[in-house]
């Protein structure tokens, strides 16, 4: 009873307005934060070892030169939709981050000796969401490879329901070597 007496005095008011000017201020403030740091302006501009890596390679890369001008962002990709899941992502990067400020991750040489380790755990996490962020922009039942073989493979990866990265592996980045556990989940289909 004393709880309930708390809330309907002047400050159980105060701080029941207090929560609701903080969530609604977190709501409206939240997608544009979230827009900026998972934009290529901050993705790809501000750690010097993605500059000069995975940035160059995007943009050499099918993705940004389109016939239809669409041009993904490193968020289409590594970011999942809706604000919840996409802070979840953000706090899970922040390991990119540890990595680069604590542990000196800061030149093209020390990047690509964990290249493939950082391949594997995106792969790893595109598995495991059935490649989700790709089939945000391209639906498979849409998708008419020219070649008479990508159009067997695509219609046999409908049928067996494989996912996308398990062939597109190797995209839109430099080559990396698959580890075992992904070379398991390619051989199994």
Known sequence: ??????????TGLVGIAGVAAGAVLGVVAGDPIDRYFSSNAFCAATCHAMTVTVAEELKASAHWTTKTGVRPECRDCHVSEGLAAAYWDHFVGLRELYAAVIEGIDTVE???E?????????RLAMVATDSRNCRTCHLMEAI???RPRGQKQHEEAREKGITCIVCHYNLVHKEAPLSAAFDEIVSSF
């Open 114 to 122: 964990r290249r493939a380790a950082l391949a594997d755990r995106v």
């Open 110 to 112: 020390e990047f690509e």
């Open 1 to 10: 009873m004393r709880r309930l007496k708390w809330i309907g005095g002047a």
């Open 144 to 146: 008419q490879p020219e």
